[in-house]
């Protein structure tokens, strides 16, 4: 029985690597975006930005809710990266350094453990510089050969 080694560097599989980010990163916006939005407004959101006295609360709140969501499908189907991901990285980076920077690196901080499982404290900014990086990624490689963009690439031709 021969065995064969899978080569990734090999084109074919570099074809999936922008696919496999954009699906991930789509969806964890997606989700952040609609937990926001959910119960009808996202009021929550809007008195965590009062405290940080960002400016239009209320506007802000369902500006940045929208994007998540709308941003995240745009990045899952791969339709225009480049643009989306600018306000995306924007988002991220206002969260970095308004909330998380104070927490420390870690996204996971264990502080204790109850009978019910592990207490968690407050994330620190590493998913925010993972989703950076991601997007900086998918920038930089174009949304690849599975997506709207180079479904729309090749309609042109």
Request: charged share 10%.
């Given at each position: 029985?021969?065995?064969?080694?899978i080569n990734i560097s090999n084109e074919k599989y570099q074809l999936a690597a922008p696919l496999?980010?954009?699906?991930?990163?789509?969806?964890?916006?997606?989700?952040?975006?609609?937990?926001?939005?959910?119960?009808?407004?996202?009021?929550?959101?809007?008195?965590?930005?009062?405290?940080?006295?960002?400016?239009?609360?209320?506007?802000?709140?369902?500006?940045?809710?929208?994007?998540?969501?709308?941003?995240?499908?745009?990045?899952?189907?791969?339709?225009?990266?480049?643009?989306?991901?600018?306000?995306?990285?924007?988002?991220?980076?206002?969260?970095?350094?308004?909330?998380?920077?104070?927490?420390?690196?870690?996204?996971?901080?264990?502080?204790?453990?109850?009978?019910?499982?592990?207490?968690?404290?407050?994330?620190?900014?590493?998913?925010?510089?993972?989703?950076?990086?991601?997007?900086?990624?998918?920038?930089?490689?174009?949304a690849g050969a599975f997506s709207v963009d180079k479904l729309l690439k090749g309609r042109n031709r």
């Open positions: 029985m021969k065995t064969q080694i496999i980010l954009r699906l991930i990163i789509g969806v964890g916006f997606i989700a952040h975006g609609w937990v926001k939005l959910s119960k009808g407004a996202p009021s929550g959101f809007e008195k965590l930005l009062t405290q940080l006295e960002v400016p239009f609360p209320h506007f802000m709140a369902w500006a940045i809710s929208i994007i998540e969501v709308l941003g995240g499908l745009f990045i899952f189907f791969g339709y225009s990266v480049v643009l989306t991901a600018i306000p995306l990285i924007c988002i991220m980076l206002v969260a970095m350094f308004t909330i998380h920077i104070h927490y420390g690196f870690s996204s996971v901080k264990t502080i204790g453990l109850s009978p019910e499982g592990p207490l968690f404290g407050p994330p620190g900014y590493e998913i925010n510089l993972l989703y950076i990086a991601g997007l900086i990624s998918i920038m930089c490689t174009g």
